[in-house]
């Protein structure tokens, strides 16, 4: 039995990961800067070898956060389907659901495009 509760929570989860999501591509955005200047000044090959694995492992984190965000999105689009279907469509918290799924929705369709 869905709740809005559940609905609170899972909301929260998903902008915790979307705002997770964020942060790891402004780290690669950071990171492969720093490894390019690193290049261009002729950096110590070993400083340079463990600047591109940092780079890699920021780039591996991004689709690891996008599973984990479109799972979230999933059950918080199937909580509100079972509060709509308790009779359940009005409140402050079935609001900002809507809202989140609609700006996730969004952005996901923005990256496939």
């Known amino acids: 039995m869905a709740t809005i509760r559940n609905l609170k929570i899972k909301t929260s ?7 997770e999501l964020h942060s790891y591509e402004k780290e690669v955005e950071r990171e492969a800067a720093k490894t390019a200047d690193m290049k ?3 950096a110590d090959p070993y400083d340079l ?3 591109e694995n940092v780079l890699g492992e920021s780039r591996m984190m991004i689709p690891d956060c996008h599973k984990r965000l479109e799972a979230a ?3 918080l689009k199937s909580t509100l389907a079972e509060l ?3 009779d359940e ?3 402050p918290e079935i609001e900002d659901a809507k809202k989140t799924v ?11 495009a």
């Open 102 to 112: 609609a700006g996730l929705e969004k952005q996901f369709h923005t990256e496939d």
């Open 89 to 91: 469509k009005e409140g």
């Open 84 to 86: 709509e279907e308790t």
């Open 40 to 42: 261009d000044k002729g």
């Open 13 to 19: 989860t998903c902008k915790r990961i979307e705002k």
């Open 49 to 51: 070898k463990q600047q």
């Open 73 to 75: 999105l999933a059950e």
